[in-house]
């Protein structure tokens, strides 16, 4: 393994890669930060998750809570389940995992669904990734057993057109392209990247297109700032075809303010095998790249797109408010040894308190708003 942790380079994932950001770049070899992102992360021939192997679970670079225990995903389905009951929904009422990733989360609900005989149901995966995608829906499918419970795949939203039911989307965001902006005599800057001699160095273009939303105000100079046009457009993807029912987004991230303050110089990370790479530019391709997600943004784009919102607060305390301490006490009262007992509490309290820096964004259609917020 080499010093900075990485794997080593597979010489025609890394040509491949370096031909798109010269194709992708301004006639003076610029590449804004959000295409150099979306490239590194989901090129076919040379991004993160096309590349062969695991790239989530303990087995792979990074973990979510779904992997961490089922207690996760069984939380989430009561509150689907609550959500649909308090509704009426019609059928059928899809669950729709946004991001499925390996699928963990989504045979988690599904699991819970099947296992309650419920009917009206759909299982819907949406991932970009083709390869993610089907992995997804294999478990998903392997879940619901014999039951009757259909599941699908998609690649977007979009593709489902209008639909009633309740969106998941558990560590999304924060793998989505986004433009960095640095504060620099009184103005600010794009950040991206250029190749030179088959290296990837940061560099700034004096050119700065407008930033939708908020306006990014003033700041001390050198503070970096970032957003995201991938994420803001997923959100209004949702408010588009979401006619009757909530979005669930869980993820790491702070609100704008609180970003600047704690991290002023941007919060772009590469992970490979759960360690934190030396250099972002340099693990393109081979880890993981992901930043904090900026919910001030987020909210006022779902605000703006006719969307409302329910909640917003730290995870832990949502999953207390979905009913984490009755699914806990079920788990114990079942366990089949002290052993598992004790292996339980603790991934528990790792759920609890080991995702500290995590959100939890509860938004309804116009339509639920009024029925949805009297749901606990």
């Known amino acids: 393994m080499p010093p900075n942790g990485l794997p080593p380079e ?25 295409r150099f992102l979306d490239l590194a992360l989901y090129s ?7 590349r062969p192997g695991p790239v989530l679970g303990t087995s792979g670079d990074f973990y979510t809570a779904a992997h961490v225990h089922p207690l996760f995903a069984e939380t989430i ?18 669950l729709v995992d946004l991001g499925a990733g390996d699928g963990t989360l989504v045979a988690g609900i599904a ?10 149901w759909e299982v819907t995966v949406v991932d970009r990734s083709e390869r993610l995608r089907e992995t997804a829906r294999a478990r998903a499918t392997e879940a619901v057993g014999d039951s009757e419970l259909p ?8 593709e489902l057109g209008p639909f009633a039911g309740v969106v998941v989307a558990n560590e999304l965001f924060d793998a989505q392209p986004v433009r960095r902006l640095r504060r620099e005599g009184g103005g600010w800057r794009e950040l991206g990247v250029r190749v030179e001699e088959g ?11 407008p930033v939708p939303g908020p306006a990014l105000g003033e700041a001390p ?11 803001e457009a997923i959100v209004r993807e949702l408010a588009d075809h979401l006619e009757l029912g909530a979005a669930i987004l869980l993820d790491f991230g702070m609100d704008e303010e609180e970003l600047r303050r704690g991290h ?46 329910l909640a917003y607060q730290r995870q832990a305390e949502a999953l207390g408010r979905w009913g984490f301490s009755e699914r806990l006490a079920e788990g114990v009262r079942a366990a089949a040894s002290p052993e598992a007992e004790v292996r339980l509490r603790l991934a528990a309290k790792n759920l609890l308190f080991g995702f500290d820096r995590f959100r939890a964004l509860e938004l309804a259609s116009r339509s639920a708003a009024d029925r949805l917020r009297s749901v606990r």
């Open 10 to 34: 597979d010489p025609d994932r890394r040509a491949a890669l370096l031909a798109h950001l010269r194709a992708a770049a301004d006639p003076d070899g610029f590449v804004p930060y959000d």
């Open 44 to 50: 076919d021939d040379a991004g993160f998750y096309s």
């Open 77 to 94: 389905a009561a509150r689907a389940l609550e959500i649909r009951g308090r509704l009426d929904g019609p059928a059928p009422f899809r």
């Open 111 to 120: 699991r819970v669904l099947a296992g309650r005989g419920e009917r009206g």
């Open 151 to 158: 599941v699908r795949a998609a690649s977007s939203v979009a």
């Open 199 to 209: 290296r990837l160095r940061e560099t700034t273009s004096p050119i700065v297109p």
């Open 221 to 231: 100079d050198g503070t970096v700032v970032e957003v995201s046009p991938a994420g």
């Open 264 to 309: 002023p110089s941007g919060t772009l990370a590469a992970v490979h095998h759960h360690v934190d790479a030396d250099d972002p530019l340099g693990a393109a391709g081979r880890a993981d790249l992901s930043t904090f997600v900026n919910f001030t943004r987020l909210r006022s784009v779902a605000q703006t797109a006719g969307l409302v919102e």
